[in-house]
């Protein structure tokens, strides 16, 4: 059987999902998560195989509708600002 050893943040959040009566036991909270990252490394792979290549045809199709490099970038930092703004 696997062994891990986790820091205070985990073992509290841990303790947090065992507290709220949703989990059983410390296995249960692990795996729960475990199927979330696998849910989630599915979904960008998903994106990365089919999403991906359809926008960049439909761009090379209709150049009109891309944003400039610049543009993408600005965007990108406002969103990070605004999340930083968020979590403070």
């Known amino acids: 059987m696997a062994s891990f050893a986790l820091n205070e943040h985990y073992e509290r959040f841990i ?3 065992l507290e709220s009566g949703r989990y059983n036991n ?3 909270v692990v795996r729960a998560g475990l199927r979330m990252l696998e849910d989630f490394e599915a979904a960008r792979e998903r994106w990365l195989r089919d ?3 359809s926008r960049l045809e439909d761009i090379r199709q209709n150049p009109e509708q891309a944003i400039s490099l610049e543009d993408a ?3 990108l930092e406002a969103r990070h600002q605004a ?3 968020k979590t403070r």
């Open 51 to 53: 999403d991906i290549p």
């Open 83 to 85: 999340h930083v703004a």
């Open 15 to 17: 303790r947090k999902q």
């Open 73 to 75: 970038f600005s965007r």
């Open 26 to 28: 410390a296995s249960e």
